[in-house]
């Protein structure tokens, strides 16, 4: 187990991971003087360590006062997990809208005030964009941020956006939160989000909302590409291509990661 710590314990949260690492790959629960013993740590500072992540629920105790892993840990290993097969859940749609449009094929879901890449299908004439799995971007000012923003109430999007500072990225770039509500309102009622070279220049796209029952996936689907080859008039063309592969996603959500309880 020390081979797990080595070269993690110089800050406070690498610390405390090592701790988490050292239970929970643990074969039996560990008594306190088994985690003193591995971890290098003073012994109050270690029962400190220890009591804070009990109370964060990511350790718990036995009855014994033996240490495992906590509850919390299987809570957010559930969220990756079911991230994770929400990606695979949508794969074969992104692909078939690639054939559809010929273009490259993003998803992405909402985190906060930005959207992140989960899978990206590349256009059979691929151009260099930002856009890569696991980047970040403003959800304003992207297509697939925006639809996912508009799958959510108003009380909810007035939260996420009331504090938004904006950067204008383009001269086309959404400059305050009137601007983009009213862009969302329109979004809602035509079940699309375009992205009119705001984020990039010389890129725009068509974006439909995903959005999980439960409201766990908020999440858009986007065919991205070049202004000089997706002109307004490919957008509205592939506009439908995009909402049915969208609900073509959502109807796999229900049906393979709906509610389990």
């Not at 504090?163 to 983009?180: I, K, M, N, P």
């Not at 509205?236 to 393979?256: F, G, K, N, T, Y």
């Amino acid at each position: 187990m020390g081979d797990i710590r080595r070269g993690r314990e110089t800050g406070t949260l690498g610390k405390l991971m090592a701790l988490i690492d050292l239970v929970a790959l643990a074969d039996d629960p560990m008594r306190f003087t088994d985690i003193l013993s591995q971890s290098d740590q003073p012994r109050g500072t270690l029962h400190r360590q220890l009591s804070h992540l009990v109370e964060e629920g990511l350790l718990e105790t036995d009855r014994d006062g033996r240490y495992l892993p906590g509850i919390r840990l299987l809570n957010l290993a559930s969220r990756s997990w079911a991230r994770n097969e929400f990606r695979t859940v949508a794969e074969p749609h992104l692909r078939l809208l690639q054939a559809q449009t010929g273009e490259t094929v993003h998803l992405g879901v909402l985190r906060g005030t930005e959207v992140i890449y989960l899978d990206k299908v590349e256009g059979r004439q691929s151009v260099r964009m930002y856009s890569e799995i696991g980047n970040a971007s403003p959800a304003y000012c992207t297509g697939v941020g925006k639809a996912a923003l508009s799958a959510l109430d108003d009380i909810s999007l007035e939260a996420r956006v009331s504090g938004l500072q904006f950067h204008a990225y383009t001269e086309h770039t959404h400059r305050s939160v009137a601007d983009l509500q009213a862009d969302i309102a329109a979004i809602r009622a035509r079940g699309c989000a375009f992205d009119r070279e705001e984020h990039e220049n010389g890129i725009c796209c068509v974006a439909a909302p995903i959005r999980s029952d439960d409201g766990d996936i908020l999440a858009g689907v986007s065919v991205t590409g070049p202004a000089y080859r997706v002109t307004p008039e490919k957008l509205q063309e592939w506009a439908p291509l995009v909402r049915a592969a969208a609900a073509a996603i959502m109807q796999d959500i229900r049906s393979r990661l709906g509610p389990r309880r």
